[in-house]
């Protein structure tokens, strides 16, 4: 029988430093700041352990690449606040708990963007999810003038949803030409009524298509102004 080595070092590593990690939170029972930050990309994160959420004087919380799991018992952040989590894999009922028993969350966030007028996103509108963030976001920045999308799909009907009308400038990044992405093209050059610059940045190492290009150029636009431009970089 083969007995893999690395993966048992690297066992026990992640064992052991979890059990130092443990007693070095538990000896510091009047902690205020705390941050856990990892590499955002690891494959595999790191699971925050249970006695990280037994600190009742925690009033500065981050999470950064890791795995959060609310303990069965946990009473909630009293104290915390200031919450930062970025790229966190974190399961709903843990989400919502961890706002629910915190006494200096807000019940409700309302907040408008209205002096916003520069937007950059990096998204992916074949997730449902993805696609309500973006139209909140939008319908909180009604003074949005420049919208910048990284992604490569389009595929949800947003023309019921009027949250462009103030654009006047898009630039779409990494395109390829797909379906998503030119019904989204088209669905911009009918609904925005001020649009002037329309760019679209060709993906590095993508053949540039003649067949889409002839085909966004006769698409209908709202905005005598609207002008389409092609770049071969992105």
């Not at 007028?117 to 909180?140: G, H, P």
């Amino acid at each position: 029988m083969e007995v893999d080595t690395s993966t048992l070092m690297i066992d026990l590593v992640n064992f052991v430093t979890a059990a130092l990690f443990l007693h070095n939170v538990l000896s510091r029972q009047n902690l205020n700041d705390f941050a856990l930050l990892f590499n955002a990309y690891a494959w595999d994160t790191y699971r925050v352990p249970a006695c990280l959420f037994s600190l009742r004087t925690l009033r500065t919380l981050a999470f950064k690449g890791c795995t959060l799991r609310l303990p069965s018992q946990f009473e909630g952040f009293n104290n915390v606040v200031v919450l930062k989590l970025l790229s966190v894999t974190i399961m709903d009922e843990t989400f919502e708990n961890l706002f629910l028993t915190m006494d200096t969350a807000p019940e409700r966030l309302d907040i408008d963007f209205d002096r916003l007028t520069y937007i950059e996103l990096f998204a992916n509108f074949k997730d449902l999810k993805e696609i309500v963030v973006v139209l909140c976001l939008c319908r909180s920045s009604p003074a949005s003038e420049n919208f910048e999308y990284y992604g490569n799909y389009w595929a949800t009907l947003l023309c019921k949803e009027d949250v462009l009308h103030g654009l006047r400038t898009l630039s779409l990044s990494r395109f390829t030409g797909g379906r998503h992405e030119v019904a989204f093209t088209e669905f911009v050059l009918f609904s925005t009524m001020v649009l002037e610059t329309l760019t679209i940045k060709w993906k590095k190492g993508c053949a540039k298509k003649s067949h889409v290009v002839e085909k966004i150029k006769q698409f209908k636009r709202s905005s005598s102004k609207a002008n389409v431009r092609f770049s071969s970089q992105a």
